[in-house]
């Protein structure tokens, strides 16, 4: 069923949770808040309230859903900074206090928020499908000590403003966070799949532009 953002003519298919056997899905926790989305600017901290947990994997998925939205490059780079802030809480083992308020508190307009939501449903929902619970040593891989680097260096690869350079971490951050509250180990090794390939492309894509200024800039020296 097709159904508008009230106040926004923004349309979206709504995931049908009543007809879907089983319990409710992060899709379609989406789906009802964007059909009521607060008034003026929605906060992460809406969007954390919604999702209803404070989980590692409810957390990372709202720091994570604006980071694979069709927002212009300049402006994805500011998305990122919760998921880096994140990030360096969980390096010094403070991942579960939350975000701090400040974080929370940050905003965006109604309709941007609609239109970032709007666009990530139906890869959400066809994500979900795929998931069940298996694999349990990957699906518990926040446990390892080295995650919370993991994360953190995913969020600085989704700092370099190039194209494809916030896509392929945030992609990666979904299927992780989506692993960890289905608790899906083929998830999660797909995310860390995805992860690798960001982090080489990035080392691939860094060390040639640099060798490519280094050559230009000797270019012009040389008399």
């Known amino acids: 069923m097709t159904a508008p953002v009230p106040g926004e003519g923004v349309f979206y298919d709504e995931p049908a949770a009543a007809s879907r056997p089983g319990p409710e899905r992060t899709s379609d926790v989406l789906a009802r808040f964007l ?6 600017r929605v906060t992460i901290g809406d969007l954390m309230r919604a999702l209803g947990d404070r989980s590692l994997g409810t957390v990372l998925l709202a720091l994570s859903i604006p980071t694979v939205s069709p927002v212009p490059l300049g402006v994805s780079v500011l998305f990122n900074l919760p998921v880096l802030l994140f990030s360096i809480q969980l ?8 975000l701090p308020g400040w974080l929370s508190r940050r905003s965006v307009a109604r309709s941007t928020a609609a ?28 446990r390892r000590s ?78």
């Open 35 to 40: 059909a009521e989305l607060p008034e003026g």
């Open 91 to 98: 390096l010094f083992g403070r991942g579960d206090a939350g």
């Open 115 to 142: 239109r970032m939501i709007t666009a990530v449903l139906p890869r959400l929902t066809g994500i979900e499908r795929m998931l069940q619970p298996r694999l349990p040593s990957l699906a518990r891989i926040d």
């Open 146 to 223: 080295w995650f919370p680097l993991l994360i953190f260096i995913l969020a600085l690869v989704a700092f370099v403003p190039l194209p494809l350079m916030g896509w392929l971490p945030g992609f990666a951050l979904v299927f992780l966070a989506l692993g960890l509250i289905e608790r899906d180990g083929a998830a999660v090794g797909f995310g860390l799949a995805l992860a690798a390939g960001a982090v080489l492309f990035a080392s691939v894509l860094v060390s040639g532009l640099s060798y490519a200024g280094h050559e230009l800039l000797a270019g012009v020296t040389d008399p």
